[in-house]
């Protein structure tokens, strides 16, 4: 099995809404990453989690919780977005964190916040 | 900061070669990858080369590295209809705390 799995494909919230966005990889990966890409543009790194512990946090507002209940799986939570949060987000996952690292992605959840 | 650069466009005839570009200036990368990402689609790895190496082919990809002038490319022979879709390099380096930076990537647009 070498796919990383993401539910739901499409999400629409308003601003008061309070939603999660789930990501899940059973290739035994220690490290889980979440990216925002906004439409023709690179995907940008948000959360690094490495052995189920927060490692990089790329100064992302509060509205956005990250959470990794076990190393197959990661959360994202997501409370009082703004209308600008709308975007693909996507999950990743490597075998660790240094080294050459091929991340594998999921499909992503697309989002848009009304 | 580490900044990653792509030509924006690219248009090839089906069966043609076609050379995506991409210049980089952290000079202390360790990885640079190639990534495809289709429509409604996440990124899919393609190929990497560790930065000590000059070229690496994997199939009909060519990777070439010019460390010295900072210079990544990818050839794809015999391109397909399937090959149109964003392609993304990326650079990995100690500078950067080992997080990818990835250029804007370039759309590869195959026509028949």
Not at chain 1, 41 to 46: A, C, H, I, R
Not at chain 2, 55 to 60: A, L, S, V
Request: hydrophobic share 30%; aromatic share 10%; with cysteine.
């Amino acid at each position: 099995d070498t796919e990383v799995t993401q539910t739901p494909k499409h999400l629409v919230m308003g601003m008061t809404n309070k939603k999660s966005l789930k990501c899940e990889q059973h290739m035994g990966h220690r490290a889980m990453y979440w990216y925002k890409q906004k439409a023709k543009k690179p995907p940008e790194l948000m959360f690094v989690y490495s052995y189920e512990k927060l490692s990089i946090n790329e100064s992302v507002p509060s509205r956005f919780s990250p959470e990794c209940p076990n190393s197959s799986l990661l959360n994202l939570h997501l409370h009082a977005l703004q209308p600008e949060d709308s975007a693909l987000y996507l999950c990743a996952s490597s075998q660790g964190f240094s080294g050459v690292e091929k991340l594998f992605f999921g499909s992503g959840t697309q989002l848009s916040v009304l | 900061g580490e900044d990653v650069e792509q030509s924006l466009f690219l248009s090839v005839r089906e069966g043609d070669s076609s050379v995506i570009n991409c210049t980089y200036t952290d000079s202390s990368s360790t990885y640079l990858y190639w990534y495809k990402q289709e429509p409604g689609a996440g990124l899919q790895l393609l190929t990497y080369i560790f930065s000590n190496m000059d070229m690496k082919q994997d199939q009909r990809l060519t990777v070439l590295l010019n460390k010295k002038d900072k210079h990544l490319s990818l050839r794809i022979a015999d391109t397909q209809t399937g090959d149109s879709a964003i392609y993304f390099c990326a650079e990995k380096s100690e500078a950067a705390g080992n997080k990818l930076t990835f250029g804007g990537g370039t759309r590869v647009l195959v026509k028949p």
